[in-house]
């Protein structure tokens, strides 16, 4: 039987490249079906996606009155009833941002596997993501490309032999700016990365790398590691996704092209090693750098791993708190430096707070941004 596909946030580019891996397995013998998908606005893909794909079902989370004739469910329930109608093997999440908890929720719910893009899911709920998978005895498999790469170096070498985590980052467009020039930077410049071309929020968390800091929070979340045992560095071909160091001293590192239709390829293959028709690295001539990161210019990283030490609230409030600066300086409302300001000062209040259910989750959330919005108000530009 050919692997069943639900896609959400199918306009995204995580959802694009997911179609195209489903697109390129057609004429394999693993064919993969695309069973059903959600956009949130983007009618003019709902559309597309209904007339290469006839027998998928569309979800349009947006406002229903915007919908197009296409859709099978609109508004805001309509992710849910997507999920309950259509049974597929798979979820890929691909929603950005907080939103995306819901999502994997409602997969694991409806007794789906989760191929899970969207970190946040994992930063802000991954215990009780986790505990609902056990329970109805499913996978979560990780599609971020460093978690992904770790998923695959700890399933073949076997955590019990593993020391210490490596996830590196390309250090994003401001690099090597003069540090005395970020504040001028805007929105625009930092959705311009290098390497990978991905939806804003990405970007941005890219060029600040708090993406590198809800990393952190995420590897040690998936792989049960503490966090100082998990180092970032800065490699700017971004060809090296992710190294473990074993305790007898040996690096293992995963290489591929920067490519995420790779590291979905892998996890809708999951547990086959099936052949990919996305190319693989090849080395020679290639000057492969590593560079520890400095503080001074991404604060976000020793900030989430303050927000790791003071626990999984702290965490949320992290996440949240970056959303909304984030938010706020795609807007050109606060500096591009003023994003860890904004973090910072949220975490410097108390998170000494219980998360032991979903419910506690969206309240530490709300409450986060609450007092984000509120520091963003009154900081000064
Ligand atoms: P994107 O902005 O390109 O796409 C996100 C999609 O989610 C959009 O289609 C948007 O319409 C939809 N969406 C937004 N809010 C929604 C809501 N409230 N309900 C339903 N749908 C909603 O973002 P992306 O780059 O594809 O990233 C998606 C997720 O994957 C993020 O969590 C990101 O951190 C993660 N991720 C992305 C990449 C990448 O290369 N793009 C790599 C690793 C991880
Ligand atoms: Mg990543």
Known sequence: MPKRII????????????????????????????AGFSVHHNAKVLLSLKNEFPHARAAYTGDAASAPTGADWAGPEALAQLLSAVQADIVVNGIAGAAGLSASILALQNRMHLALANKESIVMGYRLLKQLADDNDLSIIPVDSEHAALFQLTQKIG?????ELTITASGGPFRTLPLERLAEMTADDACKHPVWKMGRKISIDSATMANKGLELIEASKLFDMPQEHIRVLIHPQSYVHAMVRTFDGALYAQISEPDMRLPIHAAL??????????????????TLEFFEPERNRYPLVWLARNAMDAGDAACIAYNAANEIAVARFDAARIRFTQIA?????????????????FEDIFDIDMKARQISEELVEHIAW
């Open 7 to 34: 896609i959400l946030g199918a306009a995204g580019s995580i959802g694009r490249q997911s179609i195209e891996v489903i697109r390129q397995s057609a004429a394999t013998e693993e064919p993969l079906v695309l």
């Open 159 to 163: 955590m019990h032999a593993i020391a």
């Open 269 to 286: 293959h999951w547990p086959h090693t099936y052949p990919s028709p996305f190319g693989h690295a090849e080395l020679a001539g290639k």
């Open 341 to 357: 300001q904004v973090v910072s000062e949220t975490l410097a209040h108390s998170w000494n707070l219980p998360v032991s259910s």
